[in-house]
Each structure stands twice: as C-alpha cells, then as structure tokens.
C-alpha cells in the first residue's frame, strides 16, 4: 500500500507541473510593466552624429535623437537611460534579450525586421541620398551609378546596404562590419576604395567639416529613400508602444520636436518635420 500511495502521489505531482509552468510564464512582467515600476525607460542607440553623439571625455550621450528621448521622457514623468547598441542591425535581438526597453532611433532601415518590430507614430522624416567624392565628376545623377563597374559601400544591416541592393541592383557592394560606423563608410568612398554610398545628409555635413574636399551629394532633389524615424519596440509590446505614442502626439501637438530640428538642421535639407494632422480654419 505503502508503494501505490507513493505513485499515486508521484502521478499527481506530474500532472499538476505543466500547470504550474504555464501559470508561471503568463505572469511574466512585461516590458511596459518593468517600465512602469522601475519609473525608467532603457533606451537603445547607436552613435551616429548628428542623431546621437558621445563625449568621449565625459561618456555623455547627447544629440538630437537624445534631446527627443529625453522630452518623451518628460512627458510621461520617467527617467531615460542610454544603452548603446553592440553592433548595427541588432535590435531585435537586444530587445529580445531585454538589454534595454525600446530602441529610440529607428525606422525599417532593413526590411526584414518589420517581422520582428513594431514602430511608434513618427518623430519625424530623414531622407537618405547617394554620395560620391566631391572631387568625382564621373557622375552626373543616381542613373550613371546602377552599373557592374560601380562599387558601394555600406555597414552590414543597415539602409546603406539594403537600398544599394533595392535600388541599384546591378552595382557591387563593398561591405563593412556592422560595428562599423558612418565615418567609416565615407573615408572608404574619400580613399576610392568605393565609388559611392547611400547615407544621410546629417552625418555627411559633420565628415566634411573636416574632411577636405569631402563628398557631395547626386541628385540633390531625389532622395533614395525617406524613413519615418521614431522608436521601435518588440512585436505585441502594444501597452509601451501605445504609451510612447502618446507621448510623440504630445510632443507634436506643442511644438516641441520641430525646434530641436531646426537647431539640427536649420536650412531644412537632412530632417522633415511631420505634416500637422490638421488644418487650421480660415488658413
């Protein structure tokens, strides 16, 4: 009797597991929840002037991207703490190991991760143009570059390889490491190690400040591309994403975001602020 009570007792301790592990997973915190109780929001970045810059010397994150974070933070009363990114393209998988809660400059630079994504109501719009050597006269607008003679070059998983191979099919890329960074693109194309490159306006005016005679840019009135840049978080983090929503529309609607843009960019060319949702009557 002795064994029978023990494996009656074993068999119900069987059954009983699988309940207790399916109960255990639905009462894991979610991101909006570590969020909110935390009273912080990690943010995700990735150095790439003039969106985010780092102060070597003081380790300070600043920035337009920065600046923006900081207001969304504001307004929803929590803290905002910069977590940089490893390497470019990684996203989806820091946001999947929990390294930090949204990634706080983001657009579907890479197709492939609006599987993975979702994105929040635009902060505003960043057109990305092809740029050659200032001193290259070969060519005269984006149609000359779409030839097997023609080399890009670009950071694996990011826009700078993704549009080469949308857009212009039939050039070669030349590909760096995704823990590459912008300067690296351009110095390639400076050093004819490539012909060109697709990158944004913001990042090439601060190279050429002090890189004579620098790139300049084809087609000047044509981007390749105009990304609505925002936050992302992982796919079904509705709660935080409609939370961080919220806060962009208030942004939006005070007038808030259009100036850090036009301290940024003030002849208008590299950052299109969002077209009110409105109109105003009589106007």
């Known amino acids: 009797m002795k064994f029978v009570r023990c494996f009656l007792v074993f068999l119900a301790l069987c059954y009983a597991l699988p ?24 943010c ?4 790439w002037p003039p969106f985010f810059e780092v102060d070597l010397n003081t380790g300070n994150v600043g920035g337009m991207m920065a600046e923006i974070s900081k207001a969304v933070g504001d307004i929803l009363d929590i803290d905002v703490e910069f977590v940089q990114m490893s390497a470019l393209g990684y ?42 050597r200032a001193d290259d ?4 607008s984006n149609a000359d570059l779409n030839k097997a003679d023609v080399s890009f070059v ?28 912008g300067a690296q693109i351009m110095m390639n194309v400076t050093t004819r190690k ?7 306006p913001g990042i090439v005016e601060v190279f050429n400040r002090t890189n004579i005679p620098g790139l300049k840019r084809l087609d000047l009135d044509a981007p390749v591309a105009t990304y609505p840049i925002g936050i992302s978080v992982l796919k079904g983090e509705v709660k935080l994403l409609n939370m961080l929503n919220g806060a962009i529309s208030a942004l939006q609607n005070t007038n808030s975001i259009e100036p850090i843009l ?5 002849a208008g060319e590299a950052l299109y602020p969002v077209a009110k949702p409105y109109t105003v009557p009589g106007q």
């Open 19 to 42: 309940v207790t592990v399916h109960a255990a997973d639905n009462e894991k915190e979610s991101v909006y929840e570590r969020v909110m109780r935390t009273g912080t929001l990690r």
């Open 44 to 47: 995700g970045y990735y150095p």
């Open 91 to 132: 996203q989806v998988t820091e946001l999947e190991k929990g390294i930090y809660d949204a990634f706080c400059v983001d657009s579907y630079y890479v197709f492939s991760s609006i599987k993975y994504l979702d994105y929040s109501t635009p902060e505003f719009y960043a057109p990305v143009f092809v740029y050659v």
């Open 137 to 140: 006269d070969r060519f005269q």
């Open 154 to 181: 670009g950071i694996d998983g990011d826009i700078s390889v993704t549009m080469v191979e949308h857009s212009f099919p039939d050039a070669k890329i030349v590909t760096l490491p995704a823990n590459s960074d």
């Open 194 to 200: 490539a012909d060109a490159a697709i990158i944004d």
């Open 262 to 266: 036009k301290r940024y960019d003030p």
